[in-house]
Antibody, heavy 121, light 108 residues
Framework: QVQLQESGPGLLKPSETLSLTCVVS?????????WGWIRQPPGKGLEWIGS???????SYSPSLKSRVTVSMETSKNQFSLKLSSVSVADTAMFYC??????????????WGQGILVTVSS | EIVLTQSPGTLSLSPGERATLSCRAS???????LAWYQQKPGQAPRLLIS???GRVIGIPDRFTGSGSGTDFSLTISRLEPEDSAVYYC?????????FGGGTKVEIK
């Protein structure tokens, strides 16, 4: 059973860098599939942030690309998200998820429970 | 990017009734790469349908996906109280991956 668990600070100030980690259990991320981050502002819809393949290849949403870095640490079976220069508009629930294939163009079949990140001065 | 518009915004129906949710794309979704998710309050989205009509293992057969091109739909044939949720469509035929705004299904 594939399980994902997000962790990181829940409160940031504007202009700080958001750093989240997703620990995967039940599957070795170095074996394949894309691994992604999706966010959901309170009461709103879902937005794809970016994904990473086990080779380290990444793909990002154009609207966030200038501020986003997704990386992975296969020895710890985890991948991470960094979002720089956050503002109040970045307040959201952040989910990590497994892409359903070895192509970046995929849907997500396993999701973490999510972590709420609030940006406030 | 492909914009997905879901309608209606909210659907309020009684148990046993049929729900039809629409997802319209701003351009053709290649290969019918359209997925549907169910999200209940306080929970992560749950994958229901992939490839427009492929039901995920374990999803009840009252959930049916259909469509192609720019018009897709999710039908819940006999609503049950546990179907109360927000449903999202997602296209994965073209980057960036995009989601619809969601349809809330309320059970009277």
């Amino acid at each position: 059973q594939v399980q994902l668990q997000e962790s990181g600070p829940g409160l940031l100030k504007p202009s700080e860098t958001l750093s989240l980690t997703c620990v995967v259990s039940g599957y070795s991320i170095s074996s394949g599939y894309y691994w992604g981050w999706i966010r959901q502002p309170p009461g709103k819809g879902l937005e794809w942030i970016g994904s990473i393949y086990h080779t380290g290849s990444t793909s990002y949403s154009p609207s966030l690309k200038s501020r986003v870095t997704v990386s992975m640490e296969t020895s710890k079976n985890q991948f991470s998200l960094k979002l720089s220069s956050v503002s109040v508009a970045d307040t959201a629930m952040f989910y990590c998820a497994r892409g359903s294939s070895g192509y970046v163009e995929n849907h997500f079949d396993y999701w973490g429970q999510g972590i709420l990140v609030t940006v406030s001065s | 990017e492909i914009v997905l518009t879901q309608s209606p915004g909210t659907l309020s129906l009684s148990p046993g009734e049929r729900a039809t949710l629409s997802c319209r794309a701003s351009e053709t979704v290649s290969h019918r790469y359209l997925a549907w998710y169910q999200q209940k309050p306080g929970q992560a989205p749950r994958l229901l349908i992939s490839g427009a009509s492929g039901r995920v293992i374990g999803i009840p057969d009252r959930f049916t996906g259909s469509g192609s091109g720019t018009d897709f739909s999710l039908t819940i044939s006999r609503l049950e109280p546990e179907d109360s949720a927000v449903y999202y469509c997602q296209q994965y035929g073209t980057l960036p991956l995009t989601f619809g705004g969601g349809t809330k299904v309320e059970i009277k």
